[in-house]
């Protein structure tokens, strides 16, 4: 059994936006993917982005940290 924590949220301010993924990232050194390198692996991972769906436009990704700890 896995505890699992799933987040989106938007933040007018770049910096709070970063405030929270800097935190994550220091998290993700305690959490784990399920079945790496299987067919129905569950990578844990973060995602920093700059939204624009308020514009009418696609998300732009800034940022992407996986959690993985077998060797592929």
Same mark, same amino acid.
């Given at each position: 059994m896995k505890y699992r !924590?799933?987040?989106?949220l938007?933040?007018?301010? #770049?910096?709070?936006a970063q405030s929270l993924m800097n935190y994550a990232k220091v998290l993700a050194s305690?959490? !784990?993917?399920?079945?790496?390198?299987?067919?129905?692996? #569950? @990578?844990?991972?973060?995602?920093?982005? @700059?939204c624009r769906h308020d514009e009418g436009l696609p998300c732009e990704k800034l940022e992407r940290v996986e959690v993985r700890k077998a060797a592929l």
């Open positions: !924590v799933r987040l989106d938007s933040f007018d301010a #770049e910096a709070d305690k959490a !784990v993917s399920l079945n790496e390198g299987t067919a129905n692996e #569950e @990578i844990s991972f973060c995602d920093l982005e @700059i």
